[in-house]
């Protein structure tokens, strides 16, 4: 496939099969994230890699804030967005985190570490189309939270990127139909 077959074919795929990829699989991911572009070769990015109870303990964490933050969390409706909390992760069999350190030199601004970890998180997205994974990028509120960083061994100040979810894709692919770029382009000193 080339790669803008690729780029075209790629799709989020939310429903995954409980199958894990293998150790070789994920390595190939992160391998593949490394080659993203980054400013004075900062290579910003941080991976950790969630699978099997680490979820499920991720996922109470998750619950436990998100209580903190409901007026009510006894009502029927607060415990259904609890437990949905408490299992957003194993809806994957592999959750990769992916984390921007904060610049560590005086050139390298935070935005670009931020923009460098996304590029990293969209070689995985592509490379997981390659591989017939099914990859879904993800934050919502435990992506901002500083609970959830520390449990990861993050820094307040670093920021998580994505949730990558990565698994075996349970439903088929959808077309996409995006916005044409003539509608988002504006073209500057273009002679024909
Ligand atoms: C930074 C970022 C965060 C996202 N967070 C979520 C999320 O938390 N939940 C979700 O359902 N989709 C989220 N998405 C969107 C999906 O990853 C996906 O891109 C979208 O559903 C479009 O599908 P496609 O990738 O197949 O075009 C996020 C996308 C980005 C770029």
Redesign the pocket.
Known sequence: MSVFETIKN?????KMTPERPSRQQIERLLEAATHAPNHHNAQPWKFIVLAGKAREELGALMAENLAGRLEDSHSEKAQAMLNKERTKLVRSPVVIVVAAEMPRQPNVLEIENIEAA?AA?QNM?LLGEEMGLAC?????DA?YDARVKQWLGLAPEEHI???LYAGFPAIP?LE?K?IPFEEKTTWIGWEA
């Not at 790629?10 to 939310?14: H, L, V, W």
């Not at 879904?136 to 919502?140: K, Y």
Request: zero cysteines; charged letters at 25%.
């Open positions: 790629r799709r989020s795929i939310g996304a998180t997205l879904m990028w993800r934050t919502g992506a990127v994505a949730f692919r996409r995006p």
